[in-house]
């Protein structure tokens, strides 16, 4: 149980394009999902808080109109890089908290690697 | 502000030992949870142990225990009979009810054949 799957787990783009990743929990709902940005060696940067049919929070420096995140329903939440450039290239990764539990644990999708040239 | 904070940036063990890893925190909050989640080579985040503040036990997970100190705010994590899998980067984490998660720098470990 609590599964977490992310979809692209690698993607190679062309500087101005978007793309875009999904996070889906598998096997549980999920009212609230979470995205981090992670740069190597380094520990997980919360990038934003996707919540089920409201706008998502984000976190101090994050670019809302860059990074915008859709979570149409309790187990999808997507995250799309709008005109991508060379800085936006990381690993991306994305958790869910399961709405049926009350032990707070997040869990983690395998992640994204984005690349952009 | 909630922090945490793991002093060892790296640590190794010889298969089949024990190994401790540290991590220190703080918050106002009298109850909330602790975490250590292991990043494997994959980069996949794995849950590994959890804590609730008010529960005076420590967890035990097989291989992995918490030395829990509340009023020292210390959440240790103990690996008996390291295995080569469990070569890793660990983070420490503490959830307060509501709020985000806040992580460790993280801790990497290598088991050693």
């Known amino acids: 149980g609590a599964v977490v799957s992310q979809h692209p787990s690698w993607v190679i783009c062309k500087s101005g394009t978007s793309v875009k990743i999904e996070c889906r929990s598998l096997?549980?709902?999920?009212?609230?999902m979470f995205w981090y940005r992670q740069f190597p060696k380094q520990s997980l940067m919360l990038m934003a808080t996707?919540?089920?049919?409201?706008?998502?929070?984000?976190e101090q420096g994050v670019e809302k109109d860059k990074f915008l995140i859709n979570h149409a329903s309790l187990t999808l939440s997507t995250l799309t890089v709008t005109s991508a450039h060379p800085e936006d290239s990381s690993f991306y990764i994305c958790?869910?908290?399961?709405?049926?539990?009350?032990?707070?644990?997040?869990?983690f999708g395998p992640g994204t690697r984005l690349t952009v040239l | 502000a909630q922090t945490v904070t793991q002093s060892q940036p790296e640590m190794s063990v010889q298969e089949a030992e024990t190994v401790t890893l540290s991590c220190t925190y703080d918050t106002s909050e009298s109850n909330y949870y602790l975490f250590w989640y292991k990043q494997p080579p994959s980069r996949q985040m794995i849950l590994v142990i959890r804590q609730e503040a008010y529960k005076q036990q420590n967890a035990t997970e097989n291989r992995f225990s918490v030395n829990f100190q509340k009023a020292a705010k210390s959440f240790s994590l103990k690996i008996s009979d390291s295995q080569l899998g469990d070569t890793a980067m660990y983070f420490c984490?503490?959830?307060?009810?509501?709020?985000?998660?806040?992580f460790g720098p993280g801790t990497r470990l290598s088991v050693l054949p």
């Open positions: 096997d549980f709902q999920a009212t609230t």
């Open positions: 958790s869910a908290r399961n709405s049926g539990t009350s032990g707070g644990e997040q869990f």
């Open positions: 984490a503490l959830y307060n009810y509501g709020q985000n998660f806040v």
């Open positions: 996707s919540n089920e049919g409201s706008k998502a929070t984000y």
